[in-house]
Nanobody, 117 residues
């Protein structure tokens, strides 16, 4: 059984920073891509950033240059460093882990990020 445990959300002022963490536990043999998605009220869930087990990354255009995704394979943990946060970044952020054998996506429970003064 795979579990994803997220942490690091909270309330931050515009221009501030937060760091999200997501640790995968259980069977991690075929753990491949890990990533962060977000869902704001009334909007669809969207990709924020992803990283493969070999370190290849991709980002949503809106966060390029401000957010950085990284990964510690020894700890099966993915991080999202969010800088220069804006009110429009307010959302519930979800961690996703893709396994390849068999192909399956696991989701974390979500962590609230609120950017407000």
């Amino acid at each position: 059984q795979v579990q994803l445990v997220e942490s690091g959300g909270g309330l931050v002022q515009p221009g501030g920073s937060l760091r999200l963490s997501c640790a995968a536990s259980g069977s991690v043999f075929s753990l491949d891509v890990m990533g962060w998605y977000r869902q704001a009220p009334g909007k669809r869930r969207e990709l924020v950033a992803g990283i493969s087990r070999y370190g290849s990354t991709n980002y949503a255009d809106s966060v390029k240059g401000r957010f950085n995704i990284s990964r510690d394979n020894a700890k099966n943990t993915v991080y999202l460093q969010m800088n220069s946060l804006k009110p429009e970044n307010t959302a519930v952020y979800y961690c996703k882990a893709r396994y390849n054998v068999p192909i399956y996506d696991y989701w974390g429970q979500g962590t609230q990020v609120t950017v407000a003064s």
